[in-house]
């Protein structure tokens, strides 16, 4: 079992920033790639970034220039740094975390407002 923690969400202004962090528990060494997906009120769940355990990353091209995915492997944690935030990127943000054999992670979601 893998247990997924997220933190850093929060109230922002257009144009601001922020920085998730989502901690990773439990059997790690079956987690193949790890990302962040979102989903707004009323809409399905979609990907956000990801990022393999050799660094390849891979955004959506509505975030791509703006987010930034990174993870240290040593600590088994993975960020998201969210730079110049619309409101359009409100959401609930979820952790996921991929196995070898294809199997889902979830954590339990932290939510992002930005707003005036």
């Known amino acids: 079992q893998v247990q997924l923690v997220e933190s850093g969400g929060g109230l922002v202004q257009p144009g601001g920033s922020l920085r998730l962090s989502c901690a990773a528990s439990?059997?790690?060494?079956?987690?193949?790639?790890m990302g962040w997906y979102r989903q707004a009120p009323g809409k399905q769940r979609e990907l956000v970034a990801t990022?393999?355990?050799?660094?390849?990353?891979n955004y959506a091209d509505s975030v791509k220039g703006r987010f930034t995915i990174s993870r240290d492997n040593a600590k088994n944690t993975v960020f998201l740094q969210m730079d110049t935030l619309k409101p359009e990127d409100t959401a609930v943000y979820y952790c996921?975390?991929?196995?070898?054999?294809?199997?889902?992670?979830w954590g339990q979601g932290t939510q992002v407002t930005v707003s005036l």
């Open positions: 996921n975390g991929n196995t070898w054999n294809d199997k889902d992670y």
């Open positions: 439990g059997t790690i060494f079956i987690i193949s790639a």
């Open positions: 990022i393999t355990r050799g660094g390849s990353t």
